[in-house]
């Protein structure tokens, strides 16, 4: 009782007000645009140049604003927002009506778990290595080029290392394809041939991430484990004759590695609103690429369908660390 009373529960409160407070947040800012959706879906339907009688034009921005609920308070929108997401309902989409907002997110959202998932966890995993072993065997002269390479990427920004490498690789050497998540009239089924196309069209943009996402947990790692290092137990293990690996191993990394448990958490999270720049850069078919097209046609429905997606995975998957942590870290405890 003790652990619901004084952990568990202070944690939930915790975790529902910072969800409601990220929602809501979500739910204003887009009408804060100045870009109205429905004037811009009329703008384009006239760019097409036909001609429509002016009050036909008003009838249909009428029709689409009651549609949408935009002719509403504020207040009755937002209720009828927290009614729709409480039944998983986004509405429909604005730039690709009549689509519902869940079934774009849904053809996009295997793209980005696919690439970003993978990308990091292996920049994770490969990053605290790296850096944990540049930061406590400082003298390797491997792990100094190791250092001096993290140095020279970690400021290049996503787009800079993505156009680099399309540049290069798709180019100069045409090894790979410029954009895109497979080739264009391809058969989508679970076959090799499908799967090595969506695999040559994802190496570039997961190759742009891995270095970035590698150089950061290097870096990060690095300083944590030369604080580690001046710990007494780390001290009073050399004295004690015991072996440089092992102590590394058993006693350095394990508590190194603990802030970067939350640290993994919080990139775990940002999966479900994709990689913007990345995804822009090479046209990938993620959700990424999906929230920029709605947030450049102000789509109010698709760009709160994938936000809010984003705050919850992110929130909940905070909160599970949060519950398991004592599981990783014994000086912790329920109380």
Do not use: C
């Amino acid at each position: 009782m003790r652990f619901v009373r004084r952990y568990l529960i202070p944690r939930l409160i915790q975790y529902v007000l910072v969800t409601w407070l990220g929602i809501t947040v979500v739910f204003i800012i887009p009408r804060l645009l100045p870009s109205d959706p429905i004037e811009s879906m009329v703008a384009t339907l006239q760019a097409q140049g036909t001609f429509r009688d002016p009050e036909a034009v008003r009838q249909m921005v009428d029709t689409l604003r009651d549609m949408y609920g935009l002719e509403k308070s504020l207040p009755e929108q937002y209720i009828s927002f927290w009614k729709r997401l409480l039944s998983a309902d986004f509405g429909p989409s604005y730039f690709s009506f009549p689509t519902p907002v869940i079934k774009l997110i849904g053809r996009s959202f295997p793209w980005t778990v696919g690439l970003l998932l993978t990308t990091t966890v292996l920049s994770w995993i490969i990053g605290n290595i790296t850096g944990g072993l540049s930061g406590y065997f400082t003298g390797n002269r491997l792990l100094k080029i190791v250092d001096w390479i993290v140095m020279f990427l970690r400021p290049i920004p996503y787009y800079v290392l993505g156009l680099t490498l399309v540049i290069l690789f798709a180019y100069l050497l045409p090894l790979f394809p410029f954009e895109g998540g497979y080739t264009i009239g391809a058969k989508i089924a679970f076959t090799w041939s499908f799967i090595k196309d969506v695999l040559r069209h994802a190496f570039l943009p997961a190759l742009s991430l891995s270095l970035l996402g590698v150089a950061v947990n290097h870096q990060t790692m690095r300083l944590i484990i030369q604080g580690v290092k001046e710990e007494d137990y780390i001290r009073y293990a050399k004295i004690a004759a015991v072996k440089e690996r092992a102590i590394f191993g058993r006693y350095a990394m394990k508590n190194a590695i603990l802030p970067q448990i939350t640290g993994l958490t919080l990139s775990l999270g940002q999966i479900f609103g994709g990689a913007l720049i990345t995804e822009i850069v090479f046209s990938y078919p993620g959700l990424g690429f999906l929230l920029y097209r709605a947030i450049v046609n102000s789509d109010y429905n698709l760009i709160m369908g994938i936000t809010t997606i984003s705050i919850i995975a992110i929130t909940t998957l905070i909160l599970l660390v949060d519950l398991l942590y004592p599981l990783f870290d014994p000086r912790i405890r329920f109380r």
